[in-house]
């Protein structure tokens, strides 16, 4: 049974015309709500994860659900598809499960709050934020360990649950949830500051409504979703082929040992409607690296990317997913049967932004950006301090973001909207480490006329004994280059002991014990270079020369740009080197992703990283043994 509405206003909506100034005045007063629901958050959360790196993601939408304004919208379709209780003024709904919310939210760390807003005893509208918790329970700190084999072993999971009923907190179920999470007055803080921000939103929907009148405000939400579905109707016709485009990519491996793991799409158009297909994906892993990608979500997905590359000045929101349709075979990698593990899909998650963007630009080669999102690295560091008190950090790493058609990659920077880092200062006055060293790292971007951003390098200095866990990728793939740019640097992670030997760390970790002294390199990846980096101005080589970015064997090697001692171009020797360096190489390739087959590339993987090549992946589900079990 679906979700029942409980109201005592059943006066329907009237759609009627909005003036534009009207419009203008809604869509702005919407957008300004949408932004001090962060305001509100950052200034009451506790943990860093969300009060300095922003790891939170606010909405506001129509009685349907679809989101008119927000950052990353979808959460209330798959609530609404699963949930099959009622819905009352002063209920506020919370879950983390995302089994039990088609995906609204994709692993348990994620706690989701929806609050349905009423006028008059009359549904107007919906709220909603999530924000990633330090810690929810489960195995090891953090609650995102590597090597589970189910959802049980993550953390404590939260059906829909009426949190607010009628207007009354349910003080005893909050109680319950946060006796099972290792830093409870964070995550009492954090959930106060979510339900604090979604109440800010509902007050500023009923002022509007209450300013221009219930039609104007619910016909002014609906003219903002159709405006966005117009616009993008027009993108898709001149954007997508009809022609099926195919791309893969890989995640690099699950942890165990194996990899690495397929994530393979095609998409085309058929008449306004843009398809994709995940056929041919590979099953889910038997570790955490699952990730439940909602058809919902992954069209939010798309969208925006559309959006940030082809048109910003489009209003992103829900109107347009019914120019969609997403098909992701169950049992994959990104659609895994429960009760598969999922705490550590951040690996997918970034990857899908990758393949959206080989996808996309396959047909509009112009417009084709470089791998480069490619994941959202994690590092965690707890353990007891000197005076016996628990300390436990979660911190969100960037990378090099990609070459684009426009210009150069941001350097050290995150692609996740509105992200941002923490503090050095925060850090250290807040955890037992130092940051010895923070810098991006020269020649780790992929070359090309517009050069990919080069990684970032943090160095923990640690101060006290403790556990760190690493979570990260393209330590084996690489961020691919495109229209003749090369592929950035891969990732690596060197833990330098007190005695001075150094540790290769593996690229997804739990549970490795640090001494006070010992220092960690978190080095991540570099973003793929666009176009050909033999054409790169040479001025401009210069200055990054000069800036440290690129190193002066890097500018010969990789750009074909000879630098003279005190720092300029020596341009005969350089027309020279780059006419030969071109015959050499002859045609650039559309994709360049450093290798032609995973066999090759496994191969080279020991001598390249010092690392031992994942193995072939195994996919004895939790679901195949129970089969196997029962079929004896």
């Known amino acids: 049974m679906p979700a029942k509405l409980i109201q005592a206003n059943e006066t329907p909506f009237n759609r009627v015309d909005v003036d534009p100034i009207a419009l203008d005045i809604i869509e702005n007063a919407l957008k300004n709500a949408r932004y001090e629901m962060d305001t509100v958050l950052f200034r009451t959360a506790m943990s860093p994860g969300i009060r300095e790196q922003h790891d939170e993601f606010p909405m506001i939408a129509n009685v349907e659900g679809k989101m008119v304004v927000g950052q990353f919208g979808s959460f209330i379709h798959g609530f609404k598809e699963a949930f099959n209780g009622t819905i009352e003024e002063g209920d506020v709904f919370l879950t983390n499960d995302p089994y039990a919310c088609n995906g609204a939210v994709s692993h348990i760390n994620d706690w989701l709050v929806l609050v349905p807003v009423f006028k008059d005893h009359r549904l107007i509208a919906w709220a909603a934020m999530f924000g990633h918790m330090t810690d929810v329970g489960g195995k090891v700190p953090g609650s995102l360990p590597t090597d589970a084999r189910q959802i049980y072993e993550e953390g404590i999971r939260v059906p829909v649950t ?48 209450e300013r221009f009148g219930d039609d104007i405000f619910y016909s002014a939400m609906d003219e903002l979703l159709e405006r966005n579905k117009r616009a993008m109707a027009q993108l898709i016709k ?3 082929p009809e022609e099926k485009q195919y791309f893969e990519d890989y995640i690099c491996d699950d942890g ?33 690296i699952n990730f439940y990608l909602n058809e919902e979500m992954f069209k939010m997905f798309c969208g925006v990317y559309m959006i940030m590359v082809f048109d910003p000045q489009i209003m992103f929101n829900d109107g347009f997913y019914d120019l969609m349709e997403v098909n992701i075979p169950a049992g994959t990698l990104l659609k895994p049967m429960e009760p598969a593990a999922l705490s550590c899909r951040t690996h997918a998650l970034g990857r899908i932004f990758d393949v959206l963007g080989g996808l996309l630009g396959q047909g509009s080669p112009d417009f084709l950006c470089a791998a480069g999102f490619s994941d959202s690295p994690h590092f965690m560091y707890s353990g007891y301090d000197k005076n016996g008190e628990w300390y ?52 780790s971007g992929g070359a090309g006329l517009h050069r990919g951003g080069n990684a970032l390098r943090i160095g923990y200095r640690f101060l006290e ?44 970790c739990d549970r490795l014990h640090v001494n006070a002294g010992d220092l960690l390199y978190f080095d991540t990846w570099g973003g793929g270079g666009w176009g050909d980096p033999l054409v790169r101005p040479t001025d401009k080589v210069a200055f990054d020369v000069d800036a440290g970015l690129v190193t002066v064997d890097g500018a010969r090697n990789n750009y074909g740009v000879v630098i003279n001692e005190d720092g300029t171009v020596d341009e005969d020797a350089t027309t020279a080197l780059r006419a030969q360096m071109s015959s050499d190489r002859g045609d650039t390739k559309l994709f360049d992703k450093g290798f032609e087959s995973v066999d090759e590339l496994k191969a080279r993987c020991e001598a390249d990283t010092g690392l031992k090549a994942p193995q072939q992946p195994r996919f004895e589900t939790w679901v195949d043994v129970q089969r196997q079990r029962v079929a004896g």
Not at 421 to 442: A, G
């Open 162 to 209: 009426k949190i607010f009923k009628k207007g009354e907190l349910q003080e005893e179920i909050l109680e319950l949830v946060l006796y099972n999470c290792r830093l409870p007055h964070w995550n009492r803080s954090d959930f106060n500051a979510i339900i604090a921000a979604c109440r800010t939103a509902e007050k500023r929907c009923v002022e509007i409504a």
């Open 238 to 240: 001149n954007t997508v």
């Open 256 to 288: 165990l040992g194996m990899g690495p793991y397929r994530i393979k799409c095609a998409m085309w158009r058929e008449g306004d409607k843009v398809k994709f297909d995940f056929e041919g994906t590979d099953p889910q892993s038997i570790s955490s």
């Open 392 to 443: 436990q950090l979660y911190q969100i790493g960037f990378g090099g973001v990609p070459g684009k058609p426009s210009g150069d990659g941001p350097d050290g920077h995150s692609l996740w909207p509105s992200f941002t880092n923490v503090p050095n200062e925060f850090l250290e006055s807040y955890f037992p480490l130092r940051i010895d060293v923070y810098e991006t790292l020269p020649d």
């Open 465 to 508: 004994p403790g556990e760190i866990s690493i979570h990260d990728d393209r330590w084996l793939t690489y961020p691919w280059g495109v229209n003749g740019g090369h592929p950035g640097q891969r990732s690596q992670k060197i833990l330098v002991r007190t005695d001075g030997t150094e540790e290769l760390c593996e690229s997804k």
